[in-house]
């Protein structure tokens, strides 16, 4: 390991404030970075992966775990439901149904409350790319469905974690995940145009209901 100087600017750097981003997007951001940062010093070292394969898989992992959270959190005030928004669990698929559940929800109650229709192009990107993501989301499911697999090597019954000879091309991985954060972290933006006029359509109805019970105060 390389000995980190102490002075001025290191003891900057290295003083981590560990209170101030305390949200699921600055969570998924920084867990993504740290993939970023392992896959380039793999590349820069010209090592092989094995030697980090394990905390690079639960990092990918924890990603797509974090952006399926992320989501349903966001889209649960327009959809009416609440479907794993504090859910304890680490099932990639059941996040991953409690997701496109949400976001269609959302499509359906936007339309019924607000008039507001989605247009077909916005909800058809969605489902493409929903697809794609889904590629990964279920590999990892297979692999491990309880997010333990990448961080012990056996099981709570003391199975081997990986059966023998199972492979994983960190490629494909590295280049779904790109796809999967596309989905996380642009989602909500691209559909905000719709979730804010109803944000607005509510704050107006809520701005007049105060008013015409201020009218209405005897004094």
Not at 67 to 75: A, D, E, M, P, S
Not at 147 to 162: I, L, T, W
């Amino acid at each position: 390991m390389t000995k980190i100087e102490r002075n001025k600017q290191t003891e900057h750097q290295f003083n981590a404030f560990i209170d101030y981003y305390l949200s699921f997007p600055s969570y998924l951001g920084s867990y993504k970075r740290s993939f970023d940062i392992l896959i380039k010093d793999v590349l820069a070292t010209n090592s092989h992966v094995d030697y980090i394969t394990y905390p690079l898989l639960f990092l990918a992992r924890h990603c797509m775990e974090l952006g399926l959270k992320t989501n349903i959190r966001y889209f649960a005030k327009y959809s009416g439901k609440d479907d794993y928004v504090k859910a304890g669990t680490h099932d990639l698929e059941n996040l991953f149904r409690a997701f496109e559940l949400h976001v269609e929800k959302t499509f359906e109650n936007l339309k019924s409350k607000y008039g507001i229709e989605v247009e077909k192009e916005d909800k058809k990107s969605f489902k493409d790319l929903c697809k794609e993501v889904e590629n990964l989301n279920s590999t990892f499911h297979a692999l491990d469905k309880n997010s333990d697999a990448f961080r012990y090597p056996v099981d709570k019954e003391q199975n081997p974690s990986f059966n023998k000879g199972e492979r994983i091309n960190i490629i494909d991985v590295s280049e779904l995940l790109e796809k999967s954060m596309t989905l996380f972290v642009h989602t909500a933006d691209v559909f905000a145009k719709y979730t804010d006029y109803a944000d607005e359509i509510e704050n107006y109805y809520e701005g007049l209901m105060k008013e015409q019970y201020e009218q209405n105060m005897p004094y």
